[in-house]
């Protein structure tokens, strides 16, 4: 949970300093219903550019693909972990 606000609260100072700049450019024009995010709040007609939001989403997407192979056992620790919780909150409530 608090990394949930954690993470909120640094993506709001990110997009506010980030907002209306160009972080990367596209080897590629996105396909068109995807450019409206891509592009969000960029000026110019240049496709190629992204936003933060847009490279913000590409790498939260490849980092949830990539952790469980890299890191395995974190996948063990969370299973182990909500077993405890689950046992001691029924020993408890």
């Not at 891509?38 to 490849?62: K, P, V």
Request: hydrophobic residues 50%; aromatic residues 16%.
């Amino acid at each position: 949970m608090k990394s949930m606000f954690t993470i909120g609260f640094c993506f709001t100072a990110l997009m506010g300093i980030f907002d209306g700049r160009v972080v990367a450019k596209l080897p590629f024009v996105p396909l068109s219903y995807i450019q409206g995010l891509s592009h969000r709040n960029l000026l110019g007609e240049d496709y190629t550019d992204c936003s933060f939001i847009f490279l913000y989403i590409l790498c939260t997407m490849s980092i949830r693909q990539v952790t469980p192979i890299l890191l395995p056992y974190v996948l063990v620790i969370s299973y182990f972990h909500n077993i405890v919780t689950q046992l001691l909150t029924q020993l408890l409530f």
